[in-house]
């Protein structure tokens, strides 16, 4: 009803895309509310009332928003409609939340959630994404991504790629304020949000899912990709084993090992992959062997020891990575090292990293112990389908540049329009 002139601000809360239009628009709500057409459906007013609560919320008029969205509230129990009162009490405590009143925020999404589990899972994905906002404003990083790993589950199930998108925004925007507090990166003047701006901006032009649009969509995205070019540290680069670089197989075995012990007991879905954080076998490899002389070795760039990793997998038939950009956090240079492709002798063609330069997609068929290095910040990258009875296992380091000065982050390319 009121969907199409409401956005979010970079705190995930609801605010209007055009407050005057939207102002109107309550203004029109109130009228039908006050003046029903003849005939009209009983369940218009509580409709009504509803939406005109939620707007009144977006628009920063909070007394105005708690007082409709509890009479829609009051309206919802009085017919019996417990789904629609599960759905207006989630709005209610948006209110209060946005409102300072965290108590009475609290406990209406404790009742949701109760309820979304034993009468409604239906919307269970929505109580959860809207309580897991709630607790990371409250700074309880931990328990508002479990919350969101669960929303985002059951969105990916639903098929939704609208819902799935704004579970994944908030849960990248709860990996920033985790990454913040365990300790600052030094490129923190980065602006925030930039790299999730790109990120929608390229998948509203093309797709890793389909090939066959990447002609297609090429020619409106060749310039943007012109200005992200200059600065990047590192060119993709595929490193072959054996040919351009040997692993010892025994430690990429050991790791391929952890690692799907770690997706199985603690794997969760990160911007539709599988993902796990590295072990002892990860951190043998590392010691072992001088990732920071590979990376040099093939881009150039002097780097130190890796400083972050985690494990990724892909394990379900039309499963892929869309075109995205890394936060700045990660670093400078990535390493993207093969630990185990299974494929199908009845595929046509196996899934494959891919990237995007201003010449063109550049596709990468990593075999284990296969690596890619790349600065996965400003190269826009992903993962092609997976066919039937494919699956890939990968982990993912990221360095810093020793000389920090090297990445600047004052003249980044804005998003194009």
């Not at 550049?362 to 600065?375: K, Q, T």
């Not at 389908?385 to 982050?409: I, K, M, N, Y």
Request: glycine share 8%.
């Amino acid at each position: 009803m009121l969907d199409h002139l409401i956005t979010q601000d970079d705190n995930l809360r609801m605010v209007p895309t055009d407050r005057n239009e939207l102002t109107a628009a309550v203004g029109r709500l109130h009228e039908e509310l006050r003046t029903p057409p003849q005939g009209s459906d009983p369940a218009r007013a509580r409709i009504l009332t509803r939406w005109i609560g939620i707007g009144q919320m977006c628009l920063g008029n909070y007394d105005e928003a708690r007082t409709h969205l509890h009479q829609a509230l009051n309206l919802a129990v009085a017919t019996g409609n417990t789904r629609a009162a599960l759905a207006t009490g989630i709005n209610l405590a948006d209110a209060h939340r946005h409102a300072g009143d965290p108590q009475a925020a609290d406990a209406l999404y404790r009742s949701a959630l109760s309820t979304a589990r034993s009468r409604h899972p239906e919307l269970l994905d929505f109580a959860l994404q809207h309580t897991g906002k709630y607790l990371m404003e409250r700074g309880d990083l931990a328990a508002a991504q479990s919350h969101l790993l669960e929303a985002l589950r059951l969105r990916i199930a639903k098929g939704d790629t609208g819902l799935v998108d704004s579970t994944q925004v908030a849960l990248d925007r709860i990996e920033l304020l985790i990454g913040q507090a365990v300790a600052p990166v030094a490129d923190s003047a980065a602006p925030t949000g930039w790299s999730r701006q790109w990120t929608s901006w390229l998948r509203s032009r093309t797709t890793a899912r389909t090939t066959a649009r990447w002609a297609e969509g090429f020619p409106s995205i060749r310039d943007a990709m012109g200005g992200l070019a200059p600065l990047r540290r590192v060119q993709p680069r595929h490193l072959r084993h054996t040919r351009d670089q040997s692993f010892p197989t025994e430690l990429i075995s050991a790791m391929a090992e952890e690692a799907g012990k770690a997706i199985a007991a603690e794997g969760y879905l990160h911007n539709g992959k599988w993902n796990a954080a590295v072990g002892d076998a990860a951190s043998h490899f590392a010691e072992q062997v001088d990732l920071s002389a590979v990376v040099a070795g093939s881009a150039g760039l002097d780097v130190e020891q890796p400083h972050a990793a985690v494990y990724i997998a892909y394990v379900d038939e039309g499963q892929y990575l869309d075109f995205h950009l890394d936060d700045f956090g990660f670093g400078e240079a990535n390493l993207i090292l093969c630990l185990g492709h299974d494929r199908s002798s009845r595929a046509a063609r196996s899934s494959t990293t891919v990237f995007i330069d201003a010449s063109g997609y550049l596709e990468c068929d990593l075999a284990p112990g296969d690596g890619v290095v790349f600065d996965g910040a400003l190269t826009p990258h992903g993962r092609t389908p997976l066919a039937e009875g494919e699956c890939v296992t990968l982990v993912s380091f990221g360095f810093r540049a020793r000389d920090h000065a090297l990445r600047t982050v004052a003249n980044l390319p804005p998003v194009p329009a």
